[in-house]
């Protein structure tokens, strides 16, 4: 995969043009389009990885790990999931279906409720 494929990979995902990609980085509109063809120069691809949150080792294809330290969980996060998985941990395949089902229902709820102040009750 070249390092245009990889930034349109990404692009996508993010559900960003390549075109819209560059406005964002006050970047020509063909620059990217460019390198099917050119390799970037590396203060361009810096600005891409960072718009991208990814690194200049993935689109260059040094590695086939887009994520960066910023998509780590954090310690709020990593919490959650211990408490998920230490729930969980002893269900079956069906049960854990359920679970995650109604745990994202619950997600629902709570989303709703966030967005209407007369429903909490102190």
Same mark, same amino acid.
């Given at each position: 995969?070249?390092?245009?494929?990889?930034?349109?990979?990404?692009?996508?995902?993010? @559900?960003?043009? &390549?075109?819209?990609?560059?406005?964002? &980085?006050? %970047? @020509?509109?063909?620059?990217?389009?460019?390198?099917? #063809?050119?390799?970037?120069?590396?203060?361009?691809?810096?600005? =891409? $990885?960072?718009?991208? !949150? #990814?690194?200049?080792?993935?689109?260059? @294809?040094?590695?086939?790990?887009?994520?960066?330290?910023?998509?780590?969980? !954090?310690?709020?996060? !990593?919490?959650?999931?211990? $408490?998920?998985?230490?729930?969980? /941990?002893?269900?079956?395949?069906? /049960?854990?279906?359920? %679970?995650? !089902?109604?745990?994202?229902?619950?997600?629902? =709820? $709570?989303? @709703?409720?966030?967005?209407?102040?007369?429903?909490?009750?102190?």
């Amino acid at each position: 995969m070249t390092t245009f494929n990889r930034i349109q990979l990404l692009a996508k995902q993010q @559900g960003k043009s &390549l075109k819209q990609l560059a406005r964002e &980085l006050n %970047f @020509g509109e063909s620059t990217i389009y460019k390198w099917k #063809t050119q390799s970037p120069k590396m203060e361009y691809l810096i600005k =891409v $990885a960072e718009k991208l !949150n #990814t690194t200049t080792d993935f689109l260059l @294809g040094k590695t086939d790990n887009p994520n960066t330290k910023e998509t780590l969980l !954090n310690e709020e996060e !990593n919490d959650l999931l211990a $408490a998920f998985r230490l729930e969980s /941990e002893d269900l079956t395949d069906e /049960e854990k279906k359920k %679970f995650n !089902n109604s745990l994202k229902g619950m997600m629902k =709820v $709570a989303r @709703g409720l966030l967005n209407d102040d007369s429903k909490w009750k102190e």
